[in-house]
Every structure is written in C-alpha cells, then in structure tokens.
C-alpha cells in the first residue's frame, strides 16, 4: 500500500501548476485541512489563488508556509518519465515538483493531520500559508496574504518554509536565515559615432570600464557568524547597434548585491551612487529590493527543528544562509522567526526532478516532531 505522504504528493504532482497556475492543489489539501479543524480562508488576488488555513487562535503561533506552482517543464520528451505522471520507481518519486515543493506540501499536511488527531486540544495555533506565484513574480502571493494579515492584527510567531533544503542527505541543512537581494539597473550615456573618428564620440563602455572595475572589487563587508560577505554581481550588459564601425550611444547594464545583515540597501545604493559619480559618468540608475536579509537565531523554533531531525534520522544538522530567496523573506518582516527545512535539493527545476520517497516519509515524521516539540 502507498504511504500516505507518498499518494498526496503524487496527487499534487498529477496537477499542472505551472506558475501562476494553482490547478485544484489547494482545494485538494484545503479539504483535508478542514476536515482535522482547520479554517479555510482563500484569497485571490489577480492572477494568483493563496490558501489561509488556520486552526486556533492563540499562541505560540506556528506556520507552515509553501507553494503549489512549479516551474515549466521544458520538452516533456526530455525527461525520463512524463514530468506530471508522479511515478515512483526504485524508491524515487518523479515529477516537476517532487522536491520543489510538492512533497514537502504533502509532508506538512500529513504531520498535521496525526499531530492534531493525536493532540486535539494542543496548546497554540497552527496554519498553512500557501500560494501559487512563489516561482513567478512573487507579486499577488505570500507578500499580499501578509499585507492581509498585518491589516488586521494576525501575528504568526514561528514559520517553516518547506523549500527544499538538504544537500547530500536529509536535514542535513536548514536555512535559519537569507541574504538580501538589490537588483540596479544602470544606464550609462555616451555619444553614438564611427569608430574612425573616436574624437567626435563617447564610448559608454570605455567611460564604465573603471567604475565596473572599482565596483565589483569593493569590499562591501566582511559578512559575519551567520552571513558570507556581501557580494557584486554584474548579470547583464548590453550596448552596440550590432554594427561593428559603430561606436554605442547607451550602455545598459544589470548587477546583483546578494547582501548580510551588516549593510543595509540604502547604503548599498549610496556607494553605488558614490562610486558612479567619482567617475564622472552620466548615468541613471533603478533599483529593485528583491528581499531583506534576515536571521533566525537559537530559539524554540530553532531548538524544536534540530531536535526533531536528531531524533528521526540522528544527524546533527547545520544551520545556513546560503542560497538565493524565498517567500521567507516575507513572511520574516513581520518580526517572525523562520526557518526552512525540506528534501534534498539536487534536482530543483531539472530535467527529470525526483525525490526519495523514504525521505519524504522522514520528513513527515520531523515535521509532526517539531509540532510535537513546540505545541505539547
């Protein structure tokens, strides 16, 4: 007989949820999260279906949070088995999703449903917060149900984040925090004219070269226990008309700070600003704050997570910020703690991504521990 944990997961990866698409995932869990005690709150907005699911009013407060969209597929005939078929063979669930998130969701739920069924007057609350727009924009969903939930005073104290964060074996790795991300967009003017007669032009690539220099060799900060060293980035560049006896007009150009909590965006943008300037460029310059860094230190979310996977597998897990964003992020700026913690992250948005199906029954159970260790 299929474990449980396995046969929602597949259910889940049966529906092509490709972002901003939800695809009937949501209802599928919010059924059972209602039949265990759980209030069904559904908020659309835009283009975007987001589950508020709660079960108590008082605190502690605990929080799943996760997200039933996926990333395409690319050429289904690329893959080894058909990318929506949930197939499981030789101990491997397939499917886009399998590991981001899907069976993290359908480890969530069903922690939930043996914790509450073993614990019906457990102390606190707990909730699932889950969009459909978390691979996409990330504009109509966890970000717009936390603006719901400030305006109306509904505070989560601790979050778990089902993105899949273990490495080489599961639990290895929980995210306790992340680095924030500041995307500019600098535009560099010149004057357009032929190579022949540099004297009567500005090349915008010549007058940039020292400041993209000085930029990407600066020393933004020296990290600290918990984050590397801020980092530059440049990701795009752009200029030319495609003719080689043309000297460009513009040079366009896109960079990324991935930062720690030791500088802020605004200072980051101020020497930015600085450095441009010292080197006498006329340029304009955007900017989009990505996310926030932020950290989650020793505490009962914490404590409750690193026990927990002690307790299923025996590893002594390692706390970590690296890697890119996540709905988190969001969620962290109202003044919760979170963490994140979910299977092993080898093939996330892969041709042919899998995920152990022992694993996702593990994670099951460490996730029902955590419930186990902060709300009994």
């Known amino acids: 007989m299929t474990h449980d944990v396995i046969a929602?997961?597949?259910?889940?990866?049966?529906?092509?949820?490709?972002?901003?698409?939800?695809?009937?995932?949501?209802?599928?869990?919010?059924?059972?999260?209602?039949?265990?005690?759980?209030?069904?709150?559904?908020?659309?907005?835009?283009?975007?279906?987001?589950?508020?699911?709660?079960?108590?009013?008082?605190?502690?407060?605990?929080?799943?949070?996760?997200?039933?969209?996926?990333?395409?597929?690319?050429?289904?005939?690329?893959?080894?088995?058909?990318?929506?078929?949930?197939?499981?063979?030789?101990?491997?669930?397939?499917?886009?999703?399998?590991?981001?998130?899907?069976?993290?969701?359908?480890?969530?739920?069903?922690?939930?449903?043996?914790?509450?069924?073993?614990?019906?007057?457990?102390?606190?609350?707990?909730?699932?917060?889950?969009?459909?727009?978390?691979?996409?924009?990330?504009?109509?969903?966890?970000?717009?149900?936390?603006?719901?939930?400030?305006?109306?005073?509904?505070?989560?104290?601790?979050?778990?984040?089902?993105?899949?964060?273990?490495?080489?074996?599961l639990g290895d790795v929980v995210k306790n925090g992340r680095r924030g991300s500041l995307t500019g967009f600098l535009k560099v003017k010149g004057i357009q004219g032929h190579v022949a007669y540099p004297h009567l032009a500005?090349?915008?690539?010549?007058?940039?070269?020292?400041?993209?220099?000085?930029?990407?060799?600066?020393?933004?900060?020296?990290?600290?226990?918990?984050?590397?060293?801020?980092?530059?980035?440049?990701?795009?560049?752009?200029?030319?008309?495609?003719?080689?006896?043309?000297?460009?007009?513009e040079l366009e150009i896109q960079f990324n700070f991935r930062f720690s909590t030791e500088v802020t965006h605004e200072q980051l943008q101020a020497r930015v600003n600085a450095i441009l300037q010292k080197h006498k460029l006329n340029y304009e310059l955007s900017w989009i704050v990505n996310g926030l860094p932020f950290i989650t230190e020793h505490g009962p979310l914490v404590d409750a997570t690193v026990s927990a996977i002690k307790s299923v597998t025996g590893l002594t897990t390692n706390l970590e910020t690296t890697g890119g964003t996540s709905d988190g992020r969001f969620i962290a700026q109202t003044g919760a703690k979170v963490i994140e913690l979910g299977p092993r992250n080898a093939t996330i948005h892969k041709v042919d991504e899998c995920v152990s199906t022992d694993d996702l029954i593990a994670l099951a159970y460490i996730y029902e521990q955590i419930l186990e260790n902060l709300l009994t």
Request: hydrophobic fraction near 35%; charge should be negative; charged fraction near 20%.
């Open 202 to 249: 500005q090349n915008p690539i010549h007058l940039s070269s020292e400041a993209i220099t000085e930029l990407s060799q600066t020393v933004w900060d020296e990290g600290n226990e918990f984050f590397p060293a801020t980092s530059f980035q440049v990701s795009n560049i752009n200029g030319g008309t495609g003719a080689g006896n043309v000297i460009p007009g």
């Open 8 to 169: 929602l997961a597949q259910a889940l990866i049966q529906r092509e949820s490709v972002t901003p698409e939800d695809a009937g995932c949501q209802q599928m869990m919010n059924d059972r999260l209602k039949a265990v005690g759980f209030n069904i709150e559904t908020l659309f907005f835009t283009d975007t279906l987001n589950t508020w699911a709660r079960k108590g009013t008082q605190s502690p407060h605990f929080c799943f949070a996760g997200h039933t969209d996926v990333v395409p597929t690319g050429p289904a005939q690329n893959w080894q088995h058909p990318p929506f078929s949930g197939l499981v063979k030789d101990g491997l669930l397939h499917g886009r999703g399998a590991a981001d998130m899907k069976g993290s969701l359908a480890a969530m739920l069903v922690a939930t449903e043996r914790f509450v069924t073993k614990n019906p007057d457990h102390k606190g609350s707990i909730s699932f917060l889950i969009t459909s727009d978390e691979e996409g924009p990330f504009i109509n969903g966890t970000t717009r149900v936390i603006d719901t939930l400030e305006a109306r005073g509904e505070k989560i104290d601790m979050c778990l984040v089902g993105e899949p964060s273990s490495c080489d074996v």
